[in-house]
């Protein structure tokens, strides 16, 4: 049964693409046939999770619903509006969007990328109604910007895994992170006002 999962990932993939199915229910259906055929063992798809990500998402996932049940995105987001408040009203949103992006940048650095947007999305999606604009370009700006964990180790599953193996020092992912986190961010900063206006 070698074969099967040759099978079973397209499968599932084509499922999503074309709408048959949700890309987790998909997943979870190609995990299980796998499970079903002796391709892999229970043990081997326990150990495949990575416990760690997922407690972490789980910790925050309460963290970000608290944000938005409190209050405390909407003043976190009148706090940022202060902050802003130097900058021409016609540059207010870019400037705003500048910071959502750092915050997220740095925060994913250290925590997850997933825990990153779950904390930081609250207060995105608040912005763009204190601003009188379109929150869009905010959220999506947190996506972006918890994608780019580039400078440490521990921003992402990957730079830990590379880490040990690679021999890398925590110096390497700042030396070849920033300049790339620099011109990932730079280039979201001008296209998402274009993409998603204000």
């Given at each position: 049964m070698w074969w099967l999962p040759l099978v079973v990932m397209p499968l599932v993939v084509l499922a999503a693409a074309f709408g048959a199915l949700d890309i987790a229910a998909g997943a979870l259906v190609g995990a299980v046939l796998l499970l079903l055929f002796g391709v892999i063992t229970p043990q081997e798809a326990y150990r495949a999770v990575d416990w760690p990500v997922i407690f972490v998402i789980a910790a925050f996932v309460p963290v970000g619903h608290g944000f938005q049940v409190t209050g405390t995105a909407d003043f976190l987001a009148r706090t940022v509006l202060a902050i802003g408040s130097w900058a021409p009203v016609a540059l207010l949103p870019y400037v705003v969007l500048a910071m959502v992006y750092i915050v997220t940048v740095v925060l994913t650095q250290v925590v997850s990328n997933?825990?990153?947007?779950?904390?930081?999305?609250p207060i995105a999606l608040s912005l763009g109604p204190a601003l009188g604009v379109d929150s869009r370009p905010f959220v999506i700006a947190v996506c972006f910007a918890a994608s780019a964990a580039f400078m440490t180790p521990m921003g992402y599953q990957t730079n830990?895994?590379?880490?040990?193996?690679?021999?890398?020092?925590?110096?390497?992912?700042?030396?070849?992170?920033?300049?790339?986190?620099?011109?990932?961010?730079?280039?979201?900063l001008i296209l998402l006002p274009v993409v998603w206006p204000f």
């Open positions: 997933n825990a990153a947007a779950v904390v930081v999305a830990l895994m590379v880490h040990a193996a690679g021999e890398y020092r925590f110096s390497d992912y700042l030396r070849f992170g920033a300049p790339l986190n620099l011109l990932v961010g730079l280039l979201a």
